[in-house]
């Protein structure tokens, strides 16, 4: 069960609006200020094997996999043990290979095949590390796989939307313990881009410039939410967070794909999102959280005003009716409160 | 934790667009094709006693809760007993009376005092009954008091837009087990609404109709999805639904408001609730779920292209990075089976 914060009857609550989607959300905080508050129980967490001779993402179980489709080595073929990253169909899929691109009435109602791709980034050979607890060069690895891999998708032409995320903990969906990431790509333009692209349209429209550049900019000056920065990265937790400890981390250098980013960039970024999940594993005692990297699709290549970045949400509350109803988000955490907390948190040790 | 779905390897998944919003969900039926494949285990539920001397919302605690603002009463003065249904302000109000409507800038973005209200509606004297566990009279004396509380704040001018939800168990995030619903006023249109009205709006526009008034006909000319109809209202699954066994509750006439509702309508809808409710605890054991009114703000009076409802959302499965991180939701049951099941479900005796 997620932890139930009661939100502090003193405290004036305040509407804040996202600066991109333009959507409000009610920063309520919660009773409790320490971080320690939400975080997650240690009795709910229990020690995991690092290797697990049942778990089809360890080394030895290769077999029991689709094939895979990439895979960073140290040594040895496709489908046997050597490897450092492996990326493989999922095996319950979302979304498939199979079926037509048509769109079909049924009744009133428009549907399509569900046609697609999804892909589990198998992350570390080791069964139970999260990221943060890997090495640089093994989370540069990963990062690695996922530029690839929306390489991949990007020179098709029907699957244009390609979503990387990852879940972690059983709050944030995950099944499966061992370290992975998936990738679903779409036929579709999800809600969540078009609305980002359309904010950042407009206000490239009214402004003359990105709206993430804006943000980089203003955040660096109010210092305010600032987590961390380094040369080629902010992270900063979200003005309009919907969750508790939303953080975002943002490339400086406007790029509106993923996969445009450069080596000496992709080093950087393996720093950054190892020591940004360190601070919040430290900071909510390992929560739950899922992560997703937002970015352009190929074929919006002529799209300017878009910029590419990744958001983290801890799950460490639940959401209800009103959420759900209306589509805003009551956060029970002041997002400078919660950069305040992870500017001095540090990874867990052992 | 919720349960965890796997989906079927077998099932070619489909996307299905939602008819109002026009968003895309994803239908991928889970490999368990019964009802009980995604029942809550029967031993995580606890027995809840029928009165609790904690409870503020129990008899003989009025008060622990603010002072009162509508009730249902057999006798005894405000604040006392012999009530059935009691509204209150919420003691830890997202949104609160004070505050001021002016928009602020802080740095880049936008803020306003969280100026609302939040209350509780509380349903009944007894602590352990889910709504569809109480008399159809008890049922009509919530609707009513909602009615009545969405007339209070209809009336005003600064709190324009109102929704009314339930969250019920664990897992669709209440706090306090003693049965309720919330009421929450706010300032701000929120996008969900929003979404509905434009897409509503632009079904007019190009098919000259209520695209809920042509949904009702659609779902009754085929019955696929159909659970209930009674004289004034259906009780369909949803064709794009983004939870498992999500259930909309449509009233026949058009109305933009729910307030509008005619007593007999009113009547019609306590024993609609009582019996969809009863299907799903009957079909789920008793999940957590949330339900929420749709409806238009009275400020909207000039609006005819919007149709109150209610949606109602089982929480067995839990949201990953794809929902949160794209707004494309992954629904492992088919509506067309759910409604199969619901329509044969009875509530759980005893």
């Known amino acids: 069960m997620s ?7 003193d405290f004036q609550p305040e509407l804040r609006k996202n600066l991109v989607t333009r959507e409000w959300v009610v920063i309520a905080r919660g009773r409790g200020k320490r971080p320690s508050d939400f975080a997650v129980p240690t009795g709910e967490q229990e ?3 690092e290797h697990d001779s049942k778990c089809p993402f360890c080394t030895g179980n290769e077999k029991n996999t689709p094939p895979e489709v990439f895979a960073v ?3 040895g073929g496709a489908n046997s043990g050597g490897w450092t990253v492996r990326v493989v169909p999922n095996k319950f899929a979302a979304l498939r290979r199979e079926g037509s691109d048509q769109v079909r009435q049924v009744g009133l109602h428009t549907a399509r095949d569900g046609h697609g791709a999804h892909e589990v980034i198998i992350e570390s050979p080791a069964h139970n590390l999260d990221l943060w607890e890997m090495t640089e060069g093994q989370v540069e690895s990963v990062i690695e796989a996922c530029q690839q891999r929306f390489l991949a998708y990007e020179s098709g032409e029907i699957l244009h939307y390609v979503l990387v995320f990852r879940n972690h903990g059983a709050r944030a969906g995950t099944s499966l313990e061992h370290p992975h990431s998936q990738l679903i790509a779409a036929p579709v333009m999800p809600r969540q881009l078009q609305v ?3 904010g950042a349209a407009a206000y490239w429209e009214y402004l003359g410039k990105c709206v993430y550049c804006a943000l980089i900019e203003d955040e660096l000056r109010s210092g305010e939410r600032i987590v961390l920065e380094t040369r ?3 992270g900063v937790t979200a003005f309009a967070g919907r969750y508790p400890f939303e953080t975002w981390i943002l490339p400086k250098r406007r790029a509106i794909r993923f996969a445009a980013m450069s080596e000496e960039e992709a080093a950087d970024l393996a720093r950054v999102l190892k020591d940004t999940l360190g601070r919040l594993a430290g900071c909510l005692n390992r929560p739950s959280y899922n992560y997703a ?3 352009a ?3 919006e290549h002529n799209v300017r005003a878009y910029h590419w970045h990744m958001e983290i949400f801890p799950r460490i509350t639940t959401l209800g009716g009103f ?3 209306s589509d805003i988000y009551i956060n029970v955490v002041a997002p400078e409160e919660a950069a305040v907390f992870l500017r001095e948190a540090k990874a867990p040790v052992g």
């Open 3 to 9: 932890v139930h914060v009661r939100r502090d009857a």
């Open 293 to 295: 990297i937002h970015t």
């Open 196 to 198: 980002e692209m359309q």
């Open 73 to 75: 080595r140290d040594g």
């Open 323 to 325: 959420e759900l109803g």
């Open 232 to 234: 080629h990265f902010i």
């Open 47 to 49: 020690p995991v094997p």
């Open 297 to 299: 699709p190929a074929a």
